[in-house]
Structure formats: C-alpha cells, structure tokens
T-cell receptor
C-alpha cells in the first residue's frame, strides 16, 4: 500500500542548512511534493519534482530524489526563523487519486 | 501559483447546529476537490474526495450523512457539518486539484470550527 514516512522533528540554528527527509513506498508515484504549513494556516506548496528527475533547485530550496531508494529530501539553505513550520512530503500516484501525505516534520529554527 | 479560498476562516457554533464551509478555486477550474481534517499537532486526515457533478467519495470511517459535500460547480465545493457536536471541533482544510501537468493540489487556508 501507499505510505509516506518522515521524521517528526528537526531543530537547526539560524543560518545553517536544514535537510528534511522523506521515504515513500509506491514506486508508481508520478510527482513528489513539499508543502509548508505555518501555525493556523493551510498548506503552501513549496516545490515539486517529477519522478524522473534527480534534483530540482529553486532559490534556497533543493529537492533531491533517489527513486531507487524511494527517498526524497528537501534542503533549505541559510535557514531563517521564518522557515519554522511543519513540512509535509506528499506523493501523487497515477490516476485520479488524492495525494498521499507524510505526517509532517516540525522544523524549529533557533536564533 | 493557484489560489484556493475558504470561508469562513473561523466559526463557533452551538452543539446541534449545522455549519457550512465553502471552498473556492479562484483562478482555475477544479473538477476534483478534497476535504481534510487536522487535529492539533497531527497530520492531515483525508475525509472525502469531492467530484464536480457527482457524489463525493468518502474515506472509511467518515459519516457521509454527517459531513455533506456538494461540488456544484467547477470552482466551488461545500462541506456541511450537520448536527455538530464538540468532538467535531477541528481544523478543516480543503484542496483543489489543478488539472495541469503537475497534478498539484492547492490548499485553502483552513477553517477552524469550534462547537460549544
């Protein structure tokens, strides 16, 4: 079945890089996504990567995909206090099905 | 990016009343929308898939008579919590699927429901 796993917590110092990891089980996933949720808000799409890509970079964000190991990571360079939030990894399976979400990683940035 | 709105953002109601939450895709058409529930410090729980012009598909354990979903147009889905009870208090979030190449879901800002 479909399953997406993430570590629950990550704490980093301001200015350091953050790396949030995610593993998934369904090899037929087409797209993989990273969403950010700030307290009391909905989910904001940060970035996504097509399953045949290895890497995608967008300003401070770098997504790495290892399809063989079914491992996805999100690297945030020069982490700021405004990056403190919950980050959700999600995958899209072929067909008109909902995204499968991980439980979210709570990133705390220490000033 | 695409914008999805929800209304209201917060609602407080008495036990036994019904509450309607609207989800709108503002700049794109969405044949499919999704409704989620989120408890404090927990992940999203998918409640149902809302399909324009047809009946919603509910996840196991979600009462379809209690959580009524209507997807009357390509830009609007509504969730009505009928005969609300305190245990229905939660954060409800909708999303709309963009039918473009990335198959992305865009989320609304959420509705905080408190049932007294």
């Amino acid at each position: 079945g479909e399953d997406v796993e993430q570590s629950l917590f990550l704490s980093v110092r301001e200015g350091d890089s953050s790396v949030i990891n995610c593993t998934y089980t369904d090899s037929s996933s087409t797209y993989l996504y990273w969403y950010k949720q700030e307290p009391g808000a909905g989910l904001q799409l940060l970035t996504y990567i097509f399953s045949n890509m290895d890497m995608k970079q967008d300003q401070r964000l770098t997504v790495l995909l290892n399809k063989k190991d079914k491992h996805l990571s999100l690297r945030i360079a020069d982490t700021q206090t405004g990056d403190s939030a919950i980050y959700f990894c999600a995958e899209s399976i072929v067909g008109n099905t909902p995204l499968v979400f991980g439980k979210g990683t709570r990133l705390s940035v220490i000033a | 990016g695409a914008v999805v709105s929800q209304h209201p953002s917060r609602v407080i109601c008495k036990s036994g009343t019904s509450v309607k939450i609207e989800c709108r895709s503002l700049d794109f058409q969405a044949t499919t929308m999704f409704w989620y529930r989120q408890f404090p410090k927990q992940s999203l729980m998918l409640m149902a898939t809302s399909n324009e012009g047809s009946k919603a598909t509910y996840e196991q354990g979600v009462e379809k008579d209690k959580f009524l979903i209507n997807h009357a147009s390509l830009t609007l889905s509504t969730l009505t919590v009928t005969s609300a009870h305190p245990e229905d208090s939660s954060f409800y979030i909708c999303s709309a699927r963009w039918q473009g190449s990335s198959d992305t879901q865009y989320f609304g800002p959420g509705t905080r429901l408190t049932v007294l």
